[in-house]
Nanobody, 115 residues
């Protein structure tokens, strides 16, 4: 089973930064859009950032101006630069296509924002 592999999470203080990476199998890297999702404890997984094959990006309101999604086609990798992190950003972060492809979810990477 092909899965995406996320990395880069960790423990960071409020106001800090992290850069997440997601290695995407070539079979799905060229889908129309890739996204970063997150799931906080007790909540449903939600889409937070999207980048199209052409490089157009979009974000949910609560991460606009703080998060930046990007992609490197040479490395089949999608990134999420997260700045000005808040405790409410604590979650497991995943990448997948948008709309998501069942069966391709990876293990995610834990981001914890706490002092």
């Amino acid at each position: 089973q092909v899965q995406l592999v996320e990395s880069g999470g960790g423990l960071v203080q409020p106001g800090g930064s992290l850069r997440l990476s997601c290695v995407v199998p070539g079979i799905i890297f060229n889908v129309p859009a890739m996204g970063w999702y997150r799931q906080a404890p007790g909540k449903q997984r939600e889409l937070v950032a999207v980048i199209t094959r052409g490089g157009t990006t979009s974000y949910v309101d609560f991460v606009k101006g703080r998060f930046t999604i990007s992609r490197d086609s040479a490395r089949n990798t999608v990134y999420l630069q997260m700045n000005s992190l808040k405790p409410e950003d604590t979650a497991v972060y995943y990448c997948n296509a948008d709309p998501s492809l069942a069966g391709y979810w990876g293990q995610g990477t834990q981001v914890t924002v706490s002092s």
